[in-house]
Every structure is written in C-alpha cells, then in structure tokens.
T-cell receptor
C-alpha cells in the first residue's frame, strides 16, 4: 500500500533559520507528492505538489521541495523561518492523480522561536 | 480561486443524535468529493469518496451505515453521523475535485467541521 513517512513529529527552529521537514514515500513507482499546511482548527492549504514535471518544486510562502527518486524522498525546505510558519505540515501521496484520494503522513508540527 | 465551504464549522450534540455536515463547492462543480477524519494531533484518514449521483465508496473499516454520505448535486456533499457517540468526536474535513478549463484536476479542502459528542 502506498504510504509516506514523516520523520519527526515536532520540529523547532529559530526565526530566520532553515526549515527542513522530512518526507519519504514507499514505492517503486514515482507517485504524486504533496505538502500541505494546517493551522489550528482549520483545513488544509496546499503548499506545493510534485507531478513529475520538475524535481525541484517551488510553492507558496517561500517553501520548496525536491523530489529525489534515489532516496524516495520529498523533503520540504524554507531558507528562513518566519513566526507565521508555525503550523502542522503534512506530506501526502497519490498514485491515481493530482486531485485524487490522498494518503497522508502523520504530520510534523513546526515551532518557530524568537 | 476555488473555495470549498463546510458547515457547520463546529457542532456539539448529545449521544444518540444524528449530525449532518455539509460540504459545498462555491464556485465550481465537483463530481467527486472526499471525506477525511482527523483525530486530535493525528493525521487525516480518508473515510470515503463521494461521487455525484452514485453511492459513496467507503474505505476499509468505515461503517457506511454509521457515516451516511450523500452527493445529490455537483456542488454539495453531506456527511451524516448517525446515532453519534463520544468516540465519533473528531474533526471532519472534506475536499472537492475541480476539473479546470485546462483539463487539470485541482483538489481544494474545506476548513473542516469539529464534532463533539457529549
């Protein structure tokens, strides 16, 4: 079954520091990969998605992710964290399309400190 | 951009009663909607896929008689939690698929509905 693994349920960075949230997928077939952000008591907002067009994907709010087939990874990064980035981040995978049912990772809570 | 509205955003009900949650695509038609459930501090679990004009497809382990899904129009899907119990308390999130003019599929999530069963 398709799955994604997010390493680290909680990540804390200082404001201005690099943000790195890890996501690995399990499959021999490249899937569609997504990163979503969720603020408290809200739904999900799409940050970016990988659809095989380019391995380095740029998203909103300065986030980007690189698809590495050899490592089966799709880690999310941002050069400089901002206080407003504090939220829950979910990696998700789909093998049936970019707007199909998704399997989500367990989530990583990002804390940004002064 | 595409907007998906969920109503109510939060609801409290007594054990044994039924609760209906609506998911509406406000500015596009959605032939397919997905219903997810999220327990506190956990990930989202897909409950079912709702297709307009046909029966929903439920994921393994989800009781279809407990969680009734109706997708009667291209802009509305409803989830009814029947005979709710405290263990049904959760955050329910829907997403809707839009087929854009370019033919690309876009998925938009609602803001979620928090159900608390007393």
């Amino acid at each position: 079954a398709q799955s994604v693994t997010q390493l680290g349920s909680h990540v804390s960075v200082s404001e201005g520091a690099l943000v790195l949230l890890r996501c690995n997928y399990s499959s021999s077939v490249p899937p569609y990969l997504f990163w979503y952000v969720q603020y408290p008591n809200q739904g999900l907002q799409l940050l970016l998605k990988y659809t095989s067009a380019a391995t380095l994907v740029k998203g909103i709010n300065g986030f980007e992710a690189e698809f590495k087939k050899s490592e089966t990874s799709f880690h999310l990064t941002k050069p400089s964290a901002h206080m407003s980035d504090a939220a829950e981040y979910f990696c998700a995978v789909s093998y049936t399309g970019t707007a199909s049912k998704l399997t989500f990772g367990t989530g990583t809570r990002l804390q940004v400190t002064l | 951009g595409a907007v998906v509205s969920q109503h109510p955003s939060w609801v409290i009900c007594k054990s044994g009663t039924s609760v209906k949650i609506e998911c509406r695509s406000l500015d596009f038609q959605a032939t397919t909607m997905f219903w997810y459930r999220q327990f506190p501090k956990q990930s989202l679990m897909l409950m079912a896929t709702s297709n307009e004009g046909s029966k929903a497809t439920y994921e393994q382990g989800v009781e279809k008689d407990k969680f009734l899904i109706n997708h009667a129009s291209l802009t509305l899907s409803t989830l009814t939690v029947t005979s709710a119990h405290p263990e049904d308390s959760s955050f329910y999130i829907c997403s809707a698929r839009e087929v854009s003019s370019s033919g690309a599929n876009v998925l938009t999530f609602g803001a979620g509905s928090r159900l608390t069963v007393l």
